[in-house]
């Protein structure tokens, strides 16, 4: 099976767009999260994910965004744009969101936006940092978002436990033989690791491998419609340099 593995939507349109066509055709599609958030397209975002996704879990800005809980944690512009969100999403779209599981259990996957032990805020950044969660998941491997960063935590067996932080390259496949992995497919909607290009990963469960992949999208395109709408001048640029 082929799943195309995506997170960090942050309603960013002409990004999830890119992907899905990048992408081709997949057997599913799973989401980590964060549907809408910063950008300036939230109710065709989730549209789409509610058409499109068969596995999907909520972040922190999705709950945010329907009220689910405050924006006393987020920076003012986060908060702003959780707010404006708020005021955006529509009834459907909104239930859609309030209904989402904080994790999913999918075979050998464990998938939450944080981590498996904080599913909604917890940030995995560093090894020090992803060795104490995996005692928090069942199975061999889970998927997580929230950082905005595409990266794969191995802990391998033979080497006493641990854990190795690894920045995967574009296009080339990681294979999921060599012990336990937290894995990280980036942010379609707002990468934040020095590319603007969209990211996501493509998983094969078959041959055991996962491919984080980049696309190029019209990133003016979403800018406009920031401005449009008003939202933040430092989330508007911040998309051309992805920071
Ligand atoms: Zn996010």
């Not at 599981?101 to 992803?130: C, K």
């Not at 990280?184 to 909607?189: D, K, L, M």
Request: hydrophobic fraction near 40%; glycine fraction near 10%; proline fraction near 7%.
């Amino acid at each position: 099976m082929r799943y195309g593995i995506i997170s960090d939507i942050h309603a960013n349109l002409a990004a999830l767009q890119a992907v899905l066509t990048d992408l081709g055709s997949v057997d599913a599609l799973w989401c980590l999260g964060d549907v809408v958030g910063y950008g300036p397209d939230p109710n065709p975002c989730v549209e789409i994910v509610r058409q499109q996704v068969q596995v999907c879990i909520p972040g922190n800005h999705d709950w945010a965004s329907i009220g689910k809980i405050g924006v006393k944690d987020f920076n003012d512009d986060a908060a702003r744009a959780c707010l404006w969100t708020q005021q955006q999403l529509s009834p459907a779209n909104a239930d859609f969101l309030a209904g989402l599981p904080q994790t999913r259990q999918e075979g050998d996957f464990t998938l939450a936006h944080g981590s498996p032990g904080n599913p909604i805020w917890e940030y995995v950044l560093s090894a020090s940092h992803a060795r104490a969660q995996f005692d928090r998941f069942p199975g061999r491997y889970c998927l997580v978002g929230h950082t905005h960063i595409p990266m794969i935590f191995q802990k391998e067996e033979e080497a006493k436990g641990r854990v190795r932080a690894i920045t995967p390259q574009a296009n080339h496949p990681f294979s999921l033989e060599k012990g336990r992995m937290i894995i990280n497919p980036g942010s379609v909607g707002q990468p934040r690791d020095g590319r603007p290009e969209a990211a996501y990963a493509i998983l094969d469960t078959d041959k055991a491998l996962i491919e984080h992949r980049r696309v190029a999208y019209p990133i003016e395109e979403t800018q406009n419609r920031m401005v449009q709408a008003g939202l933040s001048p430092k989330h508007i640029v911040r998309l051309g340099y992805g920071w």
